[in-house]
C-alpha cells in the first residue's frame, strides 16, 4: 500500500503556492507510506540547454569543484544551487553529455532527473521529514506529482523510492504490485535498460523508457504498458507540461480526480485534496480502470 498524489496547474494563478499548496497533499498519505517520499516539481524551466537534478550521500560534497569540471571538460556554462542532499545543475548543453560525462568521471554523484523543467526530490522517512527537509512548501512551478511508499518488493532506501525517472522530464510513481517484474526486468535488460534496484516500480519506468525510445508517444507507451505489465497497480507519470493517471483493468487501487477551472488534482484518497482552494466546487470522480487520463498545457 502505497500513496500517490498530484497537482496540475492549468494556469499560473497558484504557481508561486504550488508547493504550499503540495505539501499537505503529500502529507496526508503518510499512513499509505511512511517508509520513504518523494515528489518530482515542475518549474524553473531551462531554455537554453538542461537541467539535472544530482544527488552525492555526503551532505559536504563540494558541488562548486563538480561545477568547475564540468565547465572545463565539456565547455560549457554551469549555473546550480544546493537543496539539502541534492544540487541542481543548469547546464547550456544537452544532459546525455553531462550524464555520459559524470558516469565517466564521477560515478559517486547521482543523477536523479534530467530535462528542461524536472527536479526529483526524495528519502527515506515521514513525508513531513522530507517536506521539511527540502523545502517543499517555498516551491514554485506548474505541476508536481508525489509517492509515499509502504514497502513490499524491495528494501526501504532512498534508490527504492518513488518518482523513478523515465526520460527527460518524464517520471514515474505506482501504486501496486507488478507480478511479472522479474521475467520483465530480464527482457529490459537485454534491450539495454538497466535498473538499481529490485523495485518492481522500476520495472514499470523501465518499460516506459523503453517504449519511448522504440518511438512511441507517452499514450502509446501507456497502451502497451497496459497490454504488458501484470498486476495491480495506479500510475502516475509526470510530464514537462502535465501529468497522466491509469489504472490497471481491475483498479484494485484506489484514486481519485478531482478538476476546478484552476488545477487537476489526483490522489489515492479524497482526504488528501481537501485542503485545496475551491475543492467544495470541483468535480470529482474516480479513474475509470484502462483508461488513459492526459493533462497537458499543448493540450487543453
Known sequence: MC???????????YENQLGKLFSPMLIAMTERGPDSAGFAVYGDAVEDGNKLTLRHEDENYDW?????????????????????????????????TVEDFLEQNHEDVLIMSSGKSIEILKEVGLPERIVE????????????IGHTR??????????????????????????????????????LQHEGIEFDTQ???????????????????????????????DGFYTFTIGTKDGFAVVRDPIACKPAVI???????????EYQALTTLPGIED???????????YVWERNSN
Request: hydrophobic fraction near 40%; proline fraction near 2%; charged fraction near 25%.
Open 258 to 268: 478531482a478538476e476546478t477551472d484552476d488545477y487537476v488534482a489526483m490522489a489515492s
Open 64 to 96: 562548486a569543484a563538480l561545477a568547475k569540471d564540468i565547465e572545463s571538460n565539456l565547455g560549457t556554462q554551469v549555473d546550480w544551487f544546493q537543496n539539502s542532499k541534492v544540487a541542481v545543475f543548469k547546464v547550456a548543453t544537452d544532459a546525455e
Open 199 to 229: 523495485n518492481d516500480s522500476e520495472v514499470a519506468a523501465g518499460f516506459l523508457t523503453y517504449r519511448l525510445q522504440q518511438g512511441d508517444s507517452l499514450n502509446e507507451a501507456l497502451e502497451h504498458a497496459l497490454e504488458k505489465l
Open 3 to 13: 500513496g500517490i498524489v498530484g497537482l496540475y496547474l492549468k494556469n499560473d494563478k
Open 150 to 187: 509502504m514497502a513490499t518488493e524491495s528494501a526501504v532506501t532512498m534508490a527504492g523510492s518513488h518518482p523513478f525517472s523515465t526520460g527527460l522530464d518524464l517520471c514515474l510513481v505506482h501504486n501496486g504490485s507488478l507480478s511479472n517484474h522479474n521475467r520483465l526486468r530480464q527482457e
Open 282 to 292: 470541483a468535480k470529482v470522480w474516480e479513474p475509470e480502470p484502462s483508461k488513459i
Open 133 to 144: 527537509m527540502f523545502k517543499l512548501g517555498e516551491m514554485k512551478g506548474s505541476h508536481i
